[in-house]
């Protein structure tokens, strides 16, 4: 069962990024507003964590400024979107292959 929230910690963890850096985003980026309770803390949707996951793609990947991040979401947020999970889809495939060369090369040595 997947959970419906993820607190900033579990995003930070599960995306490889810093907590500060989701806290400094939430303030650049409209697309980025987490829900919060009485007490502030913040609660992740996976909408929310779809958005960090482009401000990644755009601001790492494509090395984008924020403000070239912020512009790119605002007028084409669907292309992004496609671009984003094209890459993470590349990057696992790359990640695969090179499992696989590693076990073809560890067999050669048997």
Known sequence: MEKHFYSISEVAEMLGI???NLRFWEKEFKQLNPRRNKGGT????TDD???VKQIIYLVNDQKL???GARARINQKKD???KQQEVAERLKRVRSDLKGLLKLMQSNDVD
């Not at 913040?42 to 949707?45: K, L």
Request: glycine content about 0%; overall charge neutral.
């Open 18 to 20: 810093n907590q500060s």
């Open 42 to 45: 913040r609660f992740y949707t």
């Open 49 to 51: 964590i779809a958005v």
């Open 65 to 67: 400024t924020l403000d």
């Open 79 to 81: 292309a992004v979107t």
